[in-house]
Nanobody
Framework: VQLQASGGGSVQLGGSLRLSCAAS????????MDWYRQAPGKQRELVAA???????NYTDSVKGRFTITRDNIRNMVYLQMNSLKPEDTAVYYC??????WGQGTLVTVYS
């Protein structure tokens, strides 16, 4: 099983980034997929989740700014992040509900 996250980078306050996660070795279409993040000195937190029907959930701090989507044909999950804030700075991890983690991609938002 492999979850390969990409798309992180440095962006100015108010900017946008799109994270991508490519999944292999799992029956992608049957699993809930999530994005977590871990900021320096803080615990890892769930940012967004999407189930097999496309129903989504978000942590309160990103509602209205982030959008999680999935492509069950390409085995991809995405996190579109808009109106980024410095407090969004973290390593973002793709996660599969069966317990598999991607390697993380760093997002840095500067003011």
């Amino acid at each position: 099983v492999q979850l390969q996250a990409s798309g992180g980078g440095s962006v100015q306050l108010g900017g946008s980034l799109r994270l991508s996660c490519a999944a292999s070795g799992i029956i992608f279409s049957s699993d809930i997929m999530d994005w977590y993040r871990q900021a320096p000195g803080k615990q890892r937190e769930l940012v967004a989740a999407i189930n097999i029907r496309g129903n989504t959930n978000y942590t309160d701090s990103v509602k209205g700014r982030f959008t999680i989507t999935r492509d069950n044909i390409r085995n991809m999950v995405y996190l579109q992040m808009n109106s980024l804030k410095p407090e969004d700075t973290a390593v973002y991890y793709c996660h599969n509900a069966r317990g598999y983690w991607g390697q993380g991609t760093l997002v840095t938002v500067y003011s």
